[in-house]
C-alpha cells in the first residue's frame, strides 16, 4: 500500500513582496516543484482577475516557473466545467489570489472545481492562498467583521470554507488591519477552533496538517481559547467580550508551531528582509554622513 502523500500549505497574510527577493512566493514556487512546476493561479476572488493573474504569472515566470495557467469560473456553474477541473487535476501548485472571499464560498467551495483543489491537496500538490485565499483555507472563515483590538458579540461573520485546514480559522492582514478584537471574539464563541492571524508578506507554511512554519516579515498570531472563560452566553450584541484566560502566540520567521498541541517546537532567530534593508540604509546614512564631515 503506497504511503500517504506529504501534504502543504501555504497561507498568505496578503500584500507579499512579488518584486524584490520574495521569499513567500519563492517558497510557493520551490514546493511546487521549481522549474518543473505546473502553476494554476485562481483569482476568483478578485475584481481585476486579469490584472491578478498577470501579476502572478509575471513573478512565477521571472521565479522560474515554465507553465502558469489560469483557472476562473465565473459562476457557481462554470466551477463544473471539465476543463477546469482537469487543469487543477494536472497542477503542482494551486494559488488563490486576494479580493472577495466570498465569491470564492459563492463559486468554488463544494463544487467540482472545489473537490479537485481538495483533492490536489491531498496527492502533494501545495495549495496556496493570499489575503481572500488564506481565509478560504479553513473550514469556517471570516467572511466580514469589524477591525479593533477589543473583541464584540457578533463583531464578525463565519461562512464555509474549504475545509483544507479543519480545527483552525484565518484572518489576515492581521496586524495592519487591527483584526485581532475579530479573530479572538470568533475563537471565544467556537473555543474547538484555534485561531491564525496573518500579518501582510508572511506566510504560515502548513505541512502534513499541523506541522507549521513561518516565513516573511512579519508575524502569525496563534489564539487559543480552548482553556478560557467568556461571557459569550450573556454578552449583549456589540458588547465587549470577557475572555480570560485564552493563550496567544506571537510567531515571527524562524518559528515551527505544533497545532496538534497548541505548542511552540522550534525557533531560530532570524532578520526579515525589511530589517536587514534598513540596516543597509542605516549603514549607507552614517557612511555618507561621516564622508560629509570629513569633507569639511
Same mark, same amino acid.
Given at each position: 500500500m503506497a504511503a500517504a502523500a506529504r501534504t502543504s500549505l501555504l497561507i498568505i497574510g496578503g500584500a507579499e513582496d512579488k518584486v524584490g527577493r520574495s521569499v513567500v512566493l519563492r517558497r510557493f514556487v520551490r514546493l511546487a516543484g521549481g522549474r518543473r512546476a505546473r502553476v494554476v493561479v485562481i483569482p476568483t476572488a478578485s475584481a481585476f482577475a486579469e490584472e491578478a493573474v498577470a501579476a502572478y504569472r509575471d513573478v512565477f515566470t521571472r521565479l522560474g516557473v515554465g +507553465?502558469?495557467?489560469?483557472?476562473?469560473?465565473?459562476?457557481?456553474?462554470?466551477? +463544473?466545467? =471539465?476543463? !477546469?477541473?482537469?487543469?487543477?487535476?494536472a497542477a @503542482?501548485?494551486?494559488?488563490?489570489?486576494?479580493g472577495n472571499q466570498l465569491k470564492l464560498s459563492q463559486y468554488v467551495v463544494g463544487t467540482p472545481l472545489g473537490e479537485a483543489i481538495l483533492r490536489a491537496h491531498r496527492r502533494g500538490a501545495v495549495v496556496a492562498g493570499t489575503s481572500a485565499g488564506a481565509s478560504i483555507m479553513s473550514l469556517f472563515m471570516i467572511s466580514m467583521g469589524e477591525e479593533g483590538v477589543t473583541p464584540r458579540q457578533r463583531a464578525s461573520q463565519l461562512t464555509a470554507g474549504l475545509g483544507l485546514l479543519p480545527d483552525v480559522v484565518v484572518d489576515q492582514h492581521f496586524d495592519q488591519r487591527a483584526r485581532y478584537g475579530r479573530l479572538l471574539s470568533i475563537v471565544a464563541t467556537s =473555543?474547538?477552533? !484555534?485561531? !491564525?492571524?496573518?500579518?501582510?508578506?508572511?506566510?504560515?507554511?502548513v505541512t502534513d496538517g499541523w506541522g507549521l512554519t513561518v516565513l516573511g516579515t512579519g508575524a502569525v498570531f496563534v489564539v487559543d481559547a480552548r482553556g478560557a472563560v467568556s461571557d459569550v452566553p450573556e454578552a449583549r450584541r456589540d458588547a465587549p467580550l470577557l475572555v480570560s484566560g485564552a493563550v496567544v502566540h +506571537?510567531?515571527? @520567521?524562524?518559528? @515551527?508551531?505544533? !497545532?496538534?498541541?497548541?505548542t511552540l517546537r522550534t525557533f531560530v532567530e532570524?532578520?526579515?528582509? +525589511?530589517?536587514?534593508?534598513?540596516?543597509?540604509?542605516?549603514?549607507?546614512? @552614517?557612511s555618507e554622513a561621516t564622508a560629509a564631515l570629513r569633507a569639511h
Open positions: +507553465s502558469v495557467e489560469a483557472v476562473d469560473p465565473g459562476s457557481r456553474a462554470a466551477a +463544473s466545467d =471539465p476543463d !477546469l477541473v482537469a487543469q487543477v487535476d @503542482t501548485g494551486v494559488f488563490m489570489t486576494g =473555543p474547538n477552533l !484555534l485561531g !491564525l492571524g496573518i500579518d501582510e508578506d508572511t506566510a504560515a507554511e +506571537s510567531l515571527p @520567521t524562524g518559528a @515551527t508551531f505544533d !497545532l496538534r498541541t497548541a532570524r532578520y526579515p528582509d +525589511s530589517m536587514v534593508k534598513a540596516e543597509v540604509q542605516d549603514e549607507k546614512d @552614517t
